[in-house]
């Protein structure tokens, strides 16, 4: 009995991470959820993110940051790292870094779309 | 501002892919991109009942969804629509969504020649779809936001 994925390792997807296409982060604010794109460093495994200053992801246990690629089924590609931001150095003018301390990676490539056992 | 508005239409028109944050019953965030139309005043999103996204909007309706001009880097605009969600599986609606994910995604050349040089792939991709209930995420939208520039986000770089 064979099953049909879309799942790859982030070895195989790790030319979406630098630089990557599109980023975005999405964490739970005042009991609502919320997505907002962030820069992306991906740092020797270290998930580093920017994003305006005045949101508080210094006050969130876990977000979820997304890294998506393509726009046609066969080219859809993306990261999915779930865990938790740790803030990182001071604050600038355009916004705070953060490290997402992943606790769960996916990866997907509808192009590698195969039959496994 | 609504939906109907021209400069959301035009966000909307342009773009490929929809960010949906959704949060779970135990208040856990979770993001999916997802292909979507907008049809009658509400963004229709698609994926399957088994999904963690579908999961979340039986659980807790409020969602944000994020929209951008992919194809365009220099357009800085982003459109955030706060809405309520509901996961609908009714065959006359899965049925328009399906005509309409097929003219946005695939009836032109670039989704013609995304499919015609991926042949090898199509019966991993009729196995893959088949094998879970297809659903649509009905957003109704609540709050419609336009982000005219999200450049400053570059200098974090």
Not at chain 1, 96 to 117: M, P
Not at chain 2, 51 to 74: K, M, Y
Not at chain 2, 91 to 120: C, D, F, Q
Request: hydrophobic share 40%; with cysteine; net charge neutral.
């Amino acid at each position: 009995m064979t099953a049909i994925t879309n799942r790859i390792s982030l070895e195989e997807a790790s030319d979406l991470l630098d630089p990557p296409a599109r980023a975005c982060v999405g964490f739970v604010m005042n009991d609502r959820p919320h997505v907002e794109p962030v820069t992306l460093q991906f740092e020797r495994g270290r998930f580093m993110i920017g994003l305006d200053a005045s949101l508080p992801l210094d006050r969130c246990d876990e977000v979820v940051l997304v890294v998506d690629e393509g726009l046609y089924y066969f080219d859809l590609r993306a990261v999915y790292v779930r865990g938790t931001p740790r803030p990182v150095g001071s604050d600038d003018d355009a916004g705070r870094r953060f490290e997402i301390e992943a606790t769960k990676i996916s990866c997907w490539d509808y192009g590698r779309l195969r039959a496994v056992a | 501002m609504r939906l109907s508005d021209p400069s959301v239409l035009d966000i909307l028109e342009r773009s490929m892919v929809a960010r949906l944050a959704s949060m779970s019953r135990r208040g856990r965030p979770h993001v999916n991109p997802l292909y979507f139309i907008v049809t009658d005043g509400h963004i229709h999103l698609g994926t399957a009942t088994a999904t963690l996204a579908a999961h979340n909007v039986g659980a807790n309706p409020q969602v944000q969804v994020i929209f951008e001009d992919e194809r365009n880097p220099t357009d800085r605009r982003m459109l955030r629509i706060d809405g309520e969600a509901v996961v609908r599986t009714d065959p006359a609606l899965m049925e328009s969504y399906r005509r309409g994910v097929a003219r946005k995604y695939v009836i032109h050349p670039p989704g013609l020649w995304n499919m015609l040089v991926h042949t090898h792939r199509w019966l991993p991709m009729r196995r893959y779809t088949s094998a879970a209930e297809a659903c649509v995420i009905d957003v109704t939208p609540v709050s419609i936001e336009i982000i005219e520039d999200r450049s400053r986000l570059a200098r974090l770089r």
